[in-house]
Structure formats: C-alpha cells, structure tokens
C-alpha cells in the first residue's frame, strides 16, 4: 500500500547539515507513523527518529536529539529529516519507513521501507 523512497544523502564535513527527503507512494500514507533508522556498517539497524500521522508527536534517539529535526507534509507525502551539527558517528545508511505502530523506534514494527540513501560525515 506504501512505498517509500529516501533522498538527500551525501558527504558533509562534521558540523555541516544535510536534510533527507522521503516520498512516499499511497493515498493511506499520511495515517501511518513515519520514522528515520540508520544503519553502519557492522551494526544493527537503529532507531533515529519518528513522527506520528497528525505531526503533533515527536521523538528523537538520544544521540540525535536536539540536532535532528523529523517533520512531515501530507499534503505532498513526504518526510523530511533535517540534520545539524553532524558528527562522525552520523555516518550511515539512512532509512525511511512508515507503519501503523505505537513502536516507534522498533524495527520490527515498520511495514514498508525505503531502499536507503548514504550519509557520510567527514572529520
């Protein structure tokens, strides 16, 4: 029912931003929760960021909050994940994806993924 796909990745020096963008395919999609995962190499896919359908709630990773920004248009079915004082440790592949879940920040609770789109912050 949905389809998500991520753009906006790329290279930035630490302390650069960057903002990513999620388009989404499907009439339902502005009724799903709509999260951010990153993933490193070697490491498991984590938590970032999520946004409810309304927009009204909000929640951040520890480690991204109060730098990242998660916001959503539905009018124009998209996502956004707007990044600031980047770090490093941001480095990964960043992944949209979209369900109707209260877990938030579980991976196993999404439906539908985006096929990902690189970050890589310099020192």
């Known amino acids: 029912q949905v389809q998500l796909a991520e753009s906006g990745g790329g290279l930035v020096q630490a302390g650069g931003s960057r903002r990513l963008s999620c388009a989404a395919s499907g009439r339902t999609f502005s009724t799903y929760t709509a999260g951010w995962f990153r993933q490193a190499p070697g490491q498991e896919r984590e938590f970032v960021a999520a946004i409810a359908w309304s927009g009204d709630n909000t929640h951040y990773a520890d480690s991204v909050k109060g730098r990242f920004t998660i916001s959503r248009d539905n009018a124009k079915n998209t996502v956004y994940l707007q990044m600031n004082s980047l770090k490093p440790e941001d480095t990964a592949v960043y992944y949209c994806?979209?369900?109707?879940?209260?877990?938030?920040?579980?991976?196993?609770?999404?439906?539908?993924w985006g096929q990902g789109t690189q970050v890589t912050v310099s020192s």
């Open positions: 994806a979209a369900g109707r879940t209260d877990y938030y920040a579980a991976v196993f609770a999404y439906n539908y």
